[in-house]
């Protein structure tokens, strides 16, 4: 598996709205799509850096495990996102060394990407995403 970049790190929020001030008014970034993932029950909102995106993950379902991520934990960073050219072949591997994977295939996640979950027990601590931009 080769990670060609951090394609984003997903930071759970309370509220888009509330968190967006921190974001465009003092980084004084722009916030270039917001996005409902139902699937997810969250709403992010994306801004670039270079290309790397910073995703707010804000929940629409207080059952949600964004919301219930913040009930233990509080607002902050969730999870790291590395782009890879192939996810179902970096999770075959990632399962081969033994890492505990969320999704056994990738799914679609915000943005068209096809996305899998990498089980933070696993990963260091820290909840790891695998993206693949789907080819066109
Ligand atoms: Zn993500």
New binding site residues.
């Given amino acids: 598996m080769k990670i060609n970049h951090i394609e ?1 790190i ?1 930071i759970a929020v309370k509220s888009i709205e509330e968190s967006r001030k921190f974001w465009e008014g003092v980084l004084g970034l722009t916030c270039y799509n917001i996005e409902e993932v139902p699937d997810q029950k969250v709403r992010t909102a994306f801004f670039m850096i270079g290309q790397t995106k910073i ?1 707010l ?1 804000e929940s629409t379902d207080p059952e949600g495990t964004i919301a219930k991520f913040i009930e233990k934990k509080g607002e902050g960073v969730h ?1 790291i ?1 590395y782009s890879v050219d192939d996810a179902v072949s970096a999770l075959q591997e990632m399962d081969a060394k033994g890492v505990q994977l969320i999704d056994k295939t990738p799914r679609k ?2 943005e068209g990407l096809n ?1 899998a979950f990498l089980h933070p027990r696993s990963t260091a601590g820290i909840l790891t ?1 695998l ?1 693949e931009h789907p080819k066109h």
């Fill in positions: 984003h997903g995703e993950l999870h996102a996640g915000a996305i995403e993206c």
